[in-house]
């Protein structure tokens, strides 16, 4: 069983900066494509970004510019880098793995979630 354990969360000013990890156990991780979404109180869950088990990344459009995702195959974890917070980033982070290594809008694995506040 694959298990994924986010860290990094908090609260920050707007304008701020925050960088999220994700840790994933197993010896696939390099295999895996990785992925970041996020859930605001009262929204459904959206996607934030991707990268594939070839380092192909994909972001959306609220994000783009903003946020970087990255990964450490010899950490087995991936990373979420937020620049230029808005309060609008505001939600729960969750961290997902595909085992298909391709990106995706269905994982087959996800982490508990960390929350990032984005103060005004």
């Known amino acids: 069983q694959v298990q994924l354990v986010e860290s990094g969360g908090g609260l920050v000013q707007a304008g701020g900066s925050l960088r999220l990890s994700c840790a994933v156990s197993g010896r696939a991780f390099s295999s895996y494509a990785m992925a970041w979404f996020r859930q605001a109180p009262g929204e459904e869950r959206e996607f934030v970004a991707a990268?594939?088990?070839?380092?192909?990344?994909y972001y959306a459009d609220s994000v783009k510019g903003r946020f970087t995702i990255s990964r450490d195959n010899a950490k087995n974890t991936v990373y979420l880098q937020m620049n230029s917070l808005k309060p609008e980033d505001t939600a729960v982070y969750y961290c997902a793995a595909d085992p298909t290594g391709l990106i995706r809008l269905e994982y087959d694995y996800w982490g508990q979630g960390t929350q990032v506040t984005v103060s005004s």
């Open positions: 990268i594939s088990w070839t380092n192909n990344t």
